[in-house]
């Protein structure tokens, strides 16, 4: 044996030094054991057996083998006999009665040893009297008590605490059983009710290993079966269920024991910190995150079906304990379904599997009736049974087929049939290539949701654009969505956009190829099969295009006029997109993101009605904002020789990117602006595209874009666009965007601060200083390659760049002050943030204006790939 079992410590081994060696031998072997691949099941249970043996001696150590009517009693996991590595060790020191003084200063003793071995010890002293007392006020201590085990001592005093537990005075079953139920609500809302969660808690997310242990602890109180082998046995579960609870137990005491033993503190969240090392600990092994992402499907694919059966066996139970739903009459509804209050249930006990299209048709009848809520239990047991033993995909059905169509065309099915069949699985038993997305995670932190969890997301915004309630969040899709006739297509194109990710390549081409594969088998007409296609191979255009391109530039609206062809197609993709962004991440949608896409779509919809053939007049633009804008300054006042002196300073530029109430409110603080040596500095006191605008006007000095986004970056501001231009005579007229760390545009209550230090860095003339602050910790495990791109372009006169980096803080002052340091002019930024991933792009000038020469491109790629480098988190 490789370690020495505390049975055969001799007395003078008892000694801090000794035994943490000891538990520190024992803790080396269950490691190298389970990196061995030995059954984590005996390593769990074998850790309980050794700390069993430890406390058995020390008991003895201490003499109160001989004392009468005291018992040392495992409670909670460790009374299971189940340990993890840095699992507490729950014990109970009881006696009939109180302890005397000198007996508890003695058990003080026993304990702090164990306390001073760092173990992970939850203790209570007690008599039997108080444990009844302590534990009919308290249902967790109750719960503990529940699962108590005799360690050693008196077998008389822990036979009278188990007849005290057991007694139905105790914990009446009914009471018991609402009690953990509400338990369990609340501690799924603590994780928003969903399995996904990107650093999901191994125990408590919804689907952990508190559902199973809710099931045992309600079986065990009142059916009396101590372990789950017993619930079956009884028929609380079926052989199947319980062997899938097993098997869904083991695979997440796997990785609770792989994220224990990378651990030294208890903790049962599976941080992105710990993710790596646990995947590797499982051997899950690929490229990149491909280790992550595959141990991740798999543990959410776990959860998944612990929180299925989780729902099902204790509405089962609430029959058998609470009787209730059986007094219901139900309701016929036809030859193969009923209703029982407000709940469906098959009338065929094999009903699914004798014809599985029906299936579908119980989805039809929830979608067509908004006061059935689910699925009867017995149904749901059928269901699953059902699901596992089909032979093949449901899609091959024929019958099916259209059924799944009428779901589609169902404008209820969104937010109620097509939710319920991915929670139950009835989705990826329809279609293969949903059933291989199911689970699928990235590991970056942008993509909250897994891949089916983002496109059923998807599908419940499409729904919203339904309600004319929502119009002020989505004015567009809410005017558009109820008037597109073929809504099926938009839900098939959503169904589809993810579908390919996680197989390499092009998630959107393939995705775009099973599509129209998918349309045509549906019996589908060709046109529509390619718009669908199409909507899927491109639904990421829109917003890359709004978000990442400069579209305030005649040629980008051209570009995307041209990949979009005509405006059914715009509509149905500004619906797609917007859902989309709403679907990836709660936090993603705001004004600033509804205004781009806005302009764009409005911008599109221009050209498209206008023809392609007859591009946007650059020069009547031009002179159509001047004309409004001179209109609102003369208003003011202000003469139009005085306009047109200020503005025979500006390039033509200005005219052609501002709008004219922005030309008009600039220019009216640039003419009362009397001493133009020193800055001024603009800030809307309403939201702009919903974001703040940031207005810098002041005379043209080194790094003056850094030093800006410095000061802002320092105020926890976030840049998310950028027109940077000179006057004539040398004075910057800079506009930025700015959003706070929320989204939301920035508080008045901050503006005089952002003034009063944007006005002083300027006032100094030097370049600030950039001081870079901490990576916040949910980057510091991310790495992003610094990527640096010139993107081709017919103009001659600027040159683009696409930069990718890991968004750390002071990115943006760096890139301002890199460009600064190498003579580069900046004209335009785009800012995207994705996750830890910064995407922007630049409009900029060489040293001698115009593109920069292939000498320039390249040492700027040195520069900055070096100067980001510096930045990333040590």
């Given at each position: 044996?490789?370690?020495?079992?505390p049975?055969?410590?001799?007395?003078e081994?008892?000694?801090?030094?000794?035994?943490?060696?000891?538990?520190?031998?024992?803790?080396?072997?269950?490691?190298a054991?389970?990196?061995?691949?030995?059954?984590?099941?005996?390593?769990?249970?074998?850790?309980?057996?050794?700390?069993?043996?430890?406390?058995?001696?020390?008991?003895?150590?201490?003499?109160?083998?001989?004392?009468?009517?005291?018992s040392?009693?495992?409670?909670?996991?460790?009374?299971?006999?189940?340990?993890?590595?840095?699992?507490?060790?729950?014990?109970?020191?009881?006696?009939k009665?109180t302890?005397?003084?000198?007996?508890?200063?003695?058990?003080?003793?026993?304990?702090?040893?164990?306390?001073?071995?760092?173990?992970?010890?939850?203790h209570?002293?007690r008599?039997?009297?108080?444990?009844?007392?302590?534990?009919?006020q308290?249902?967790?201590v109750?719960?503990?008590l529940?699962?108590s085990?005799?360690?050693?001592?008196?077998?008389?005093?822990?036979?009278?605490?188990?007849?005290q537990i057991?007694?139905?005075?105790?914990?009446?079953?009914?009471?018991?059983?609402?009690?953990k139920?509400q338990?369990q609500?609340?501690?799924?809302a603590r994780?928003?009710?969903?399995?996904?969660n990107?650093?999901?808690?191994?125990?408590?997310?919804?689907?952990?290993l508190?559902?199973?242990?809710?099931?045992s602890w309600?079986?065990?109180?009142?059916?009396?079966?101590?372990?789950?082998?017993?619930?079956?046995?009884?028929?609380?579960?079926?052989d199947?269920?319980y062997?899938?609870?097993?098997?869904?137990?083991?695979?997440?005491w796997?990785?609770?024991?792989?994220?224990?033993?990378?651990?030294?503190?208890?903790?049962n969240?599976?941080?992105?910190?710990h993710?790596?090392?646990?995947?590797?600990?499982?051997?899950?092994t690929?490229?990149?995150?491909?280790?992550?992402?595959?141990?991740?499907?798999?543990?959410?694919?776990t959860?998944?079906?612990?929180?299925?059966?989780?729902?099902?066996?204790?509405?089962?139970?609430?029959?058998?304990?609470?009787?209730?739903?059986?007094?219901?009459?139900?309701?016929?509804?036809n030859?193969?379904?009923?209703?029982?209050?407000?709940?469906?249930e098959?009338?065929?006990?094999?009903?699914?599997?004798?014809?599985?299209?029906?299936i579908?048709d119980?989805?039809?009848?929830?979608?067509n009736?908004?006061?059935?809520?689910?699925?009867?239990?017995?149904?749901?047991?059928?269901?699953?049974?059902?699901?596992?033993?089909?032979?093949?995909f449901?899609?091959?059905?024929?019958?099916?087929?259209?059924?799944?169509?009428?779901?589609?065309?169902?404008?209820?099915a969104?937010?109620?049939?097509?939710?319920?069949?991915?929670?139950?699985?009835?989705?990826a038993?329809?279609?293969?290539?949903?059933?291989?997305?199911?689970?699928?995670m990235?590991?970056?932190?942008?993509?909250v949701?897994t891949?089916?969890?983002h496109?059923?997301?998807?599908?419940?915004?499409?729904?919203?654009?339904?309600?004319?309630?929502?119009?002020?969040?989505?004015?567009?899709?809410?005017?558009?969505?109820p008037?597109?006739?073929?809504?099926e297509?938009?839900?098939?194109?959503?169904?589809?956009?993810?579908?390919?990710?996680g197989?390499?390549?092009?998630?959107?081409?393939?995705?775009?190829?099973e599509?129209?594969?998918?349309?045509i088998?549906?019996?589908?007409?060709?046109?529509?099969?390619?718009?669908?296609?199409?909507?899927?191979?491109?639904?990421?255009?829109?917003?890359?295009?709004?978000q990442?391109?400069?579209i305030?530039?005649?040629?980008?609206?051209?570009?995307?006029?041209?990949?979009?062809r005509d405006?059914?197609?715009?509509?149905?993709?500004?619906?797609?997109t917007?859902?989309?962004?709403?679907?990836?991440?709660?936090?993603?949608?705001?004004?600033?993101?509804?205004?781009?896409?806005a302009?764009l779509?409005y911008s599109?919809?221009?050209a498209?009605?206008?023809?392609?053939?007859?591009?946007?007049?650059?020069?009547e633009?031009?002179?159509h904002?001047?004309?409004m804008?001179?209109?609102?300054?003369?208003?003011?006042?202000?003469?139009?020789?005085?306009?047109?002196v200020?503005?025979?300073?500006?390039?033509?530029?200005y005219?052609l990117?501002?709008?004219?109430?922005?030309i008009?409110?600039?220019?009216?603080?640039?003419?009362?602006?009397?001493?133009?040596?020193?800055p001024?500095?603009?800030?809307?006191?309403?939201?702009?595209r919903?974001?703040?605008?940031?207005?810098?006007?002041?005379?043209?000095?080194?790094?003056?874009?850094?030093?800006?986004?410095?000061?802002?970056?320092?105020r926890?501001?976030n840049?998310?666009?950028a027109?940077?231009?000179t006057?004539?005579?040398?004075?910057?007229?800079?506009?930025?965007?700015?959003?706070?760390?929320?989204?939301?545009?920035?508080?008045?209550?901050?503006?005089?601060?952002?003034?009063?230090?944007?006005?002083?860095?300027?006032?100094?003339?030097?370049?600030?200083?950039?001081k870079?602050?901490?990576?916040?910790?949910?980057?510091?495990?991310?790495t992003?390659?610094?990527?640096?791109?010139?993107?081709?372009s017919?103009?001659?006169?600027?040159?683009?760049?696409?930069f990718?980096?890991?968004?750390?803080?002071?990115?943006?002052?760096?890139?301002?002050?890199?460009?600064?340091?190498?003579?580069?002019?900046?004209?335009?930024?785009?800012?995207?943030?994705i996750?830890?991933?910064a995407?922007d792009l630049?409009?900029?000038?060489?040293?001698?204006?115009?593109q920069?020469?292939?000498?320039?491109?390249?040492?700027?790629?040195?520069?900055?790939?070096?100067?980001?480098?510096?930045?990333?988190?040590?």
């Amino acid at each position: 044996m490789p370690f020495q079992s505390p049975l055969t410590f001799a007395d003078e081994q008892i000694n801090v030094a000794e035994l943490k060696q000891q538990l520190d031998h024992f803790a080396q072997y269950q490691k190298a054991e389970f990196l061995n691949h030995h059954p984590v099941n005996d390593l769990v249970l074998g850790r309980a057996d050794y700390i069993d043996l430890l406390l058995n001696r020390l008991w003895q150590h201490y003499g109160f083998a001989q004392l009468p009517s005291i018992s040392l009693v495992a409670v909670g996991g460790y009374g299971r006999g189940e340990l993890h590595p840095l699992s507490d060790i729950d014990i109970l020191v009881v006696s009939k009665k109180t302890l005397p003084n000198h007996l508890a200063a003695k058990v003080s003793e026993f304990i702090t040893l164990l306390w001073d071995l760092r173990l992970e010890i939850g203790h209570a002293v007690r008599s039997i009297e108080e444990c009844v007392e302590i534990g009919k006020q308290d249902l967790t201590v109750a719960t503990n008590l529940q699962e108590s085990r005799l360690l050693c001592g008196c077998e008389e005093t822990f036979h009278l605490l188990k007849m005290q537990i057991h007694s139905e005075s105790f914990w009446p079953s009914e009471v018991f059983y609402k009690a953990k139920l509400q338990e369990q609500i609340t501690r799924h809302a603590r994780y928003h009710d969903t399995t996904y969660n990107l650093e999901p808690d191994i125990k408590s997310t919804p689907g952990g290993l508190r559902d199973i242990h809710t099931l045992s602890w309600v079986a065990r109180r009142h059916f009396g079966a101590t372990s789950l082998f017993e619930m079956s046995r009884y028929g609380f579960l079926t052989d199947a269920e319980y062997r899938e609870l097993v098997e869904c137990q083991e695979f997440l005491w796997r990785v609770r024991f792989a994220l224990h033993i990378d651990l030294r503190r208890y903790d049962n969240r599976l941080t992105f910190a710990h993710q790596a090392q646990v995947a590797e600990n499982l051997g899950f092994t690929g490229e990149g995150n491909r280790g992550v992402e595959m141990m991740m499907k798999e543990f959410y694919r776990t959860l998944r079906r612990v929180a299925e059966l989780n729902k099902m066996l204790l509405k089962l139970f609430d029959q058998a304990i609470l009787n209730n739903g059986t007094e219901i009459r139900p309701e016929i509804i036809n030859d193969d379904f009923q209703r029982r209050g407000r709940l469906i249930e098959a009338r065929k006990p094999a009903l699914f599997q004798a014809r599985p299209g029906t299936i579908l048709d119980m989805f039809l009848l929830i979608a067509n009736d908004s006061t059935i809520d689910s699925v009867a239990p017995s149904t749901l047991r059928q269901l699953r049974t059902a699901r596992r033993r089909l032979n093949k995909f449901l899609h091959t059905i024929p019958a099916a087929r259209e059924k799944f169509l009428d779901l589609c065309r169902h404008p209820n099915a969104l937010h109620r049939a097509f939710v319920l069949m991915h929670k139950l699985g009835v989705l990826a038993a329809y279609l293969p290539q949903w059933s291989q997305i199911v689970g699928q995670m990235q590991f970056d932190l942008f993509h909250v949701y897994t891949v089916d969890e983002h496109s059923v997301r998807l599908l419940k915004h499409i729904n919203t654009f339904s309600y004319a309630k929502n119009h002020s969040k989505h004015p567009i899709c809410c005017e558009i969505y109820p008037r597109i006739q073929k809504k099926e297509l938009l839900i098939i194109a959503a169904i589809f956009h993810d579908i390919g990710k996680g197989r390499g390549g092009d998630h959107s081409e393939i995705g775009a190829v099973e599509a129209y594969d998918f349309c045509i088998e549906h019996g589908l007409s060709k046109p529509e099969a390619k718009l669908v296609s199409w909507l899927v191979r491109n639904h990421l255009l829109m917003s890359v295009t709004a978000q990442r391109r400069d579209i305030y530039d005649p040629e980008v609206i051209t570009e995307f006029a041209k990949q979009v062809r005509d405006e059914e197609y715009l509509e149905y993709l500004v619906c797609l997109t917007v859902a989309d962004i709403c679907a990836t991440n709660p936090e993603l949608w705001n004004s600033w993101k509804r205004t781009l896409l806005a302009e764009l779509f409005y911008s599109t919809q221009r050209a498209l009605r206008r023809g392609l053939e007859n591009p946007v007049d650059v020069r009547e633009r031009i002179r159509h904002n001047q004309q409004m804008a001179s209109a609102l300054l003369r208003k003011e006042g202000f003469s139009s020789r005085e306009i047109d002196v200020l503005w025979q300073r500006f390039k033509a530029d200005y005219f052609l990117r501002h709008t004219h109430k922005q030309i008009a409110w600039h220019c009216s603080n640039l003419l009362s602006h009397e001493d133009h040596s020193k800055p001024l500095i603009l800030i809307s006191k309403k939201p702009t595209r919903g974001g703040t605008e940031v207005f810098v006007y002041s005379k043209d000095q080194e790094a003056l874009f850094a030093t800006v986004v410095a000061e802002l970056d320092r105020r926890n501001f976030n840049v998310h666009d950028a027109q940077v231009m000179t006057s004539k005579d040398g004075y910057v007229l800079d506009t930025f965007m700015v959003l706070d760390q929320h989204g939301d545009a920035v508080d008045e209550t901050r503006h005089k601060a952002v003034y009063k230090h944007l006005t002083h860095v300027l006032e100094d003339g030097r370049p600030t200083k950039i001081k870079t602050r901490r990576t916040p910790r949910n980057l510091q495990h991310f790495t992003v390659k610094t990527k640096v791109d010139f993107l081709p372009s017919k103009s001659k006169k600027r040159t683009t760049l696409e930069f990718v980096a890991l968004d750390t803080p002071g990115l943006l002052a760096i890139v301002g002050a890199t460009f600064a340091d190498l003579n580069i002019g900046l004209h335009a930024a785009k800012i995207t943030t994705i996750g830890e991933r910064a995407e922007d792009l630049f409009i900029i000038t060489g040293a001698e204006g115009g593109q920069l020469t292939e000498q320039e491109q390249q040492t700027l790629r040195e520069q900055l790939c070096a100067n980001v480098a510096e930045l990333a988190p040590h």
